[in-house]
């Protein structure tokens, strides 16, 4: 499974700069193998702040079960300052759901 993280700044939060962008995450998430993504848009009812804006994604390709537990495990105990994290689930031939 491959895993989609999409990150949504909080109120107050902007990082304009994708290269400034990828330096914090890349810190926060330095224990997952990721690869960015870019920006993307999510679904509005998907989203906690009200503007319908791009969001900085990362992806972690063929995650297992436990990476993936892990994962929200970490994002529980260890927010990331500054933004929510959504955690979108993808398998070959269904459709991708949101987990976190």
């Not at 949504?8 to 962008?21: H, L």
């Not at 920006?39 to 900085?56: C, K, Y």
Request: aromatic share 14%.
């Amino acid at each position: 499974m491959d895993l989609r993280l999409c990150f949504e700044n909080k109120s107050g939060v902007k990082i304009d700069e994708a290269s400034v962008f990828c330096h914090y995450a890349e810190n926060y998430l330095s224990g997952f193998n990721v690869e960015w993504g870019g920006s993307v848009s999510i679904p509005h009812h998907d989203t906690r702040t009200g503007p319908m804006e791009p969001l900085w994604q990362y992806i972690i390709r063929d995650a297992s079960m436990a990476c993936r537990d892990y994962l929200k495990e970490y994002l529980e105990r260890n927010p990331m300052a500054g933004y929510f994290v959504h955690i979108y689930e993808h398998k070959v031939g269904v459709a991708e759901k949101k987990i976190y």
